[in-house]
C-alpha cells in the first residue's frame, strides 16, 4: 500500500504563496507513473491543477494556474512539491496528491490515479 500525505497549506493573503508537499511512503517509489495535485473547493467538483511524471520529465498544469504553480519532484526523499505564487482567492480549496500508475495522458482525470493524500486546506484572503 502507498500512503500519500500532504503538508504546507495555510492562510495567506492575495498575492502571497505557499508550498505544498507531498511525502509517499510505504510501498516502492518507483511503481508508479506520475503523481498529480487537485484541489476541490467548497459545493464544486474535484479539478485539476498540476501533474508530473516519474523523473520530471513531462509536467502539465491547469490554465488556471499555469505561469503562477510551480511542480517539482525530489526522487531522494519521495516528495513532490507544489509551489503556488500570486495566489488569488480562487485558488481556496483543498488541495490533494495522487499517485497514479496509469498513462500520463490520462494527467486530468482523478480516475486515472490510484492513491490519494488526505489534502491540505489553502486558504487565500482578499
Known amino acids: 500500500q502507498v500512503q500519500l500525505v500532504e503538508s504546507g497549506g495555510g492562510l495567506v493573503q492575495a498575492g502571497g504563496s505557499l508550498r505544498l508537499s507531498c511525502a509517499t511512503s510505504?510501498?516502492?517509489?518507483?511503481?508508479?507513473?506520475?503523481v498529480g495535485w487537485f484541489r476541490q473547493a467548497p459545493e464544486k467538483e474535484r479539478e485539476f491543477v498540476a501533474a508530473?511524471?516519474?523523473?520530471?520529465?513531462?509536467?502539465f498544469y491547469a490554465d488556471s494556474v499555469k505561469g503562477r504553480f510551480t511542480v517539482s519532484i525530489d526522487n531522494a526523499t519521495n516528495t513532490v512539491y507544489l509551489q503556488m505564487d500570486s495566489l488569488k482567492p480562487e485558488d481556496t480549496a483543498v488541495y490533494y496528491c495522487?499517485?497514479?500508475?496509469?498513462?500520463?495522458?490520462?494527467?486530468?482525470?482523478?480516475?486515472?490515479?490510484?492513491?490519494w493524500g488526505q489534502g491540505t486546506q489553502v486558504t487565500v484572503s482578499s
Open positions: 508530473i511524471s516519474r523523473h520530471g520529465a513531462t509536467i
Open positions: 495522487a499517485q497514479s500508475e496509469h498513462s500520463i495522458w490520462s494527467y486530468n482525470k482523478p480516475r486515472a490515479y490510484d492513491y
Open positions: 510505504g510501498r516502492t517509489f518507483a511503481g508508479y507513473t506520475m
